[in-house]
């Protein structure tokens, strides 16, 4: 190829009749430059560095004994490149390394723990709800975990909650079960800490629901969240996806506060757990602090069960094959042509009406309303 070009044929023909790219004939017409063709190296050379850096080795071994320790006694229970990263800072050294070259040394010694996962573009955070999405409004969500037993002790469930932007956690372990009673005495405790966010998120449990045996039927913690007007937000059964950030923060608090230790007791599993989300509160303080601004909670307020309900109150669902939604124990027809789609449902006992809006993940922003009809509650005294 270089002797026929120096013989000044074209270097498109050359590379056409040699069967390679333009470039290729061009990289060895500059690699032979100035030489004659029996003087040049024709190896293929490696294309790694003639130097390289590495991280000294006593470095290397911090890092790694700085992993054990802080997977052992961080409060935090995080032990990645930047919590090590943050651990050597705090030590007052002066040459430290970047996160990428921690993972590196993690890599290359084999204490990652962790797998790749395959991940696609997700729809935007809270994208079922406009407000939501456009970070304009708060959403917190709350789950129960269950089926914990300290050893040679009682049963024990959990009471976690975390909210949608901010990140703001919470937990409140306790002997089992998790009551309806609990679980509004423990909301009404946080959000007279933290305020109150436009949404709380739950599944469909009968703790958070109220009773599944009577249609139209509302339960304390539902009435609770109208009273102070925090819309009640019910996610599909069985659908992936909208109890993410919830189901992150149960299994970060299992990984980082029920596995680590052997809990004596229910008292000692509340104090590990409220260091931990004293901690994780510490570590996410920025971005708390960016998250759409929640309301106070009104001075004097108390709960009044009889009252009657005003507000929003929403429900997720997936249509079945006929297009149609169960709300409230009722089955209502959506359309004929959104079968096994996902619906929002708003239930509007201020103005009496029901409203249906169909949803698509791939089209987040597309939320028409396809439906909209007369509803009103029924009027009966709430069975405490």
Known sequence: ?????????????????????????????????GQRLDRVDWQDRSRAPHHTQRTDAELEEQVLRLRRQLRKDSDLGAYGAEAIQQALQEQGLTDIPSVRTINRILQRRGALDGRQRVRRPPPPRGWYLPDLAKAGAELDSFDVVEGLVIKDGPQVEVLNGVSLHGGLAVSWPVVAPVTAKM????????????????????DN?????????????????IRAC?????????????EMGFQAAIESYNGWWQARVWLRFQHASVEDLGDRSGRHVTALRR????RSEAAPERRSFPAGWKL????????????????DGQGCVEVLGQRWQVSENWPHRLVRVEVDLTDDRLRFYTLRRREPKSQPLVLEVPYQLPRRRFQE
């Open 226 to 238: 109208l009273g102070l007007g925090v819309a009640p937000v019910f996610v599909p059964p069985r």
């Open 304 to 319: 009044d069960l009889q009252a009657t309900p005003q507000g929003r109150l929403i429900y997720l669902r997936r249509s």
């Open 283 to 286: 570590h996410r303080l920025a």
């Open 205 to 221: 449990d009968m703790i958070f629901q109220g009773t599944h045996r009577y249609p139209d039927a509302l339960g304390r913690v």
């Open 1 to 33: 190829m270089v002797a026929a070009v120096r013989q000044r044929q074209s270097i498109r023909a050359v590379a056409r009749r040699s069967g390679v790219s333009t470039s290729t004939v061009l990289y060895w017409v500059e690699r032979a430059k």
């Open 183 to 202: 679980v509004v005495a423990s909301l009404l405790e946080h959000w007279r800490e933290v305020g109150l966010p436009a949404y709380a998120q739950f």
